[in-house]
């Protein structure tokens, strides 16, 4: 009996043994594959979009912009007439047709674009940061050297070529601002930016004057240029007769019969719209979906009429909302308040 008792103690030893090392084992086999689990990478996961977060950030800070109160909000702006205005030309580029009627009312446009000084007391009021610095550097032709465009760290508003360039004048138009920091500032002094439709109802003078400049048919009156612009042939040689390699003091070639300064040449100027095809009947045809630029008007010193005419009164062009560059402005409208 005593031997059958040791049987069977032995019996459940080994028989407890067993299950013990098979409980280990288990668990050793779970550590394992839990270790083959967390070594298993993600499931693909798209990386972050570094525009995209400097984007939200660029229009956070423009939402903590408030306005400005001025004792006068329409000083240093000119009264647009309503009126109905044939957007386009039928002897322009392509992307200037087909033309469109469009009706308007009176609004108040920026006599000049908003230049330097102008820019800086916004900087000064709000601690706005614009994208050519958030990003450290800009686009810049080199006018005397290569002829081509080149990114120079350290180019912004207050250095359009680089600090190697020099700083810029107050009473220049600002430029190396993109169409956020436009924006930024409309919304500071209560305003907005330009329609292109608006835009070009102020540059023919709110009668639909068909000229091809604001003033007329000429880009000389009387021997004097009324424009900056290029004069040459691009890129290889500017002549500088009008007397300014880049920008030039805003009002220096005069005005319009509207009182507008810098409506042709200087710099291009920022429009609310994108940048689409004309279609019929005055809408806008999508030619390159993905593609999204902001429309830009004027022309600028940049501008050689067999290169770029940008500067008569149809003239159009687009870029990127991002992008800042050394002959690039805008100028502000405000609606009339009832």
Known sequence: MCSNSRGSLSFYVITLLLLMGNFFIACDQKQANAQIVDQTPPESVAPPNPMQAHMAAVEADIKKIIPESFDNPYEGMIKIPAGEIELGS?????????????????????????????????????????????FGNSIVHDMRGQKEWHLVNGANWQFPRG??????????????????????????????????????????????????????????VKGVYKANYWQGSFPFVNEEKDGFLYTSPVGKFGTTPLGLTDMAG??????????????????????????????????????????????????????????????????CVKDIET
Not at 95 to 117: A, C, I, Q, W
Not at 123 to 134: L, P
Request: hydrophobic letters at 25%; charged letters at 30%; glycine letters at 10%.
């Open 90 to 134: 039928i002897e322009g580029l392509p992307r200037e047709k087909p033309t469109s009627f469009h009706k308007l009312n009176s609004f108040y446009m920026d006599k000049s674009p908003v230049t330097v000084g102008q820019y800086r007391k916004f900087v000064e009021a709000t601690s706005y940061k614009t994208e050519a610095e958030r």
């Open 266 to 331: 200087n710099v291009w100027e920022w429009c609310e719209d994108w940048y689409k095809m004309y279609g019929k009947d005055g809408k806008y045809i999508e030619t390159t979906p993905g593609q999204r630029e902001r429309v830009m008007r004027g022309g600028s010193f940049m501008c050689e009429p067999g290169f770029c005419h940008g500067y008569r009164v149809s003239g159009r062009s687009g870029t990127s909302p991002e992008s800042a560059l050394f002959h690039l402005g805008f100028r």
């Open 163 to 220: 600090p190697e360039g020099g700083k810029a004048a107050d009473n220049h138009p600002v430029t190396q601002v993109s169409y956020n920091d436009a924006r930024a500032y409309c919304k500071w002094a209560g305003k907005r930016l330009p329609k292109e439709v608006e835009w070009e109802h102020a540059a023919r003078n709110g009668d639909n004057s068909r000229q091809q400049y604001s003033w007329g048919e000429e880009i000389k």
